[in-house]
């Protein structure tokens, strides 16, 4: 059974990248790499993609907490103990949406790969 805590950081991963109206083919390639590690099935998935304009996420108001959410979300795309470049771009395309830009994100994720 899936771990409803990272289902939940996988459908705001999902919301964060339809932010701006459209899911890149990358970025969903990248999904769908998560997914299949987190034995999300692939009809799950396309499912969770078409209704991604639904999911309402909140941005966190603070910075603390927006870099906890984009920890957790590094964090899932790692699952499978392989942070691939097409995965690395999504999260630090997310951390843009989050209000990070593309260097802060670029120095939260390596902080987070050194911790590990």
Known sequence: MLDPVKLEHF?????LSAADGKIEVAERKSLARIATSLGIPSDRLEVML???HE????VPQNNRNREQQLVQMIDIALVDGNFSPSE???IKSVAH??????????VIIENYLRGK
């Open 55 to 58: 999911y309402v996420y909140l």
């Open 97 to 106: 949406k989050l209000g990070f830009t593309f260097q802060e994100a670029e």
């Open 50 to 52: 078409t209704h991604a």
């Open 88 to 90: 690395r771009e999504l």
């Open 11 to 15: 459908r705001n991963l999902i919301s």
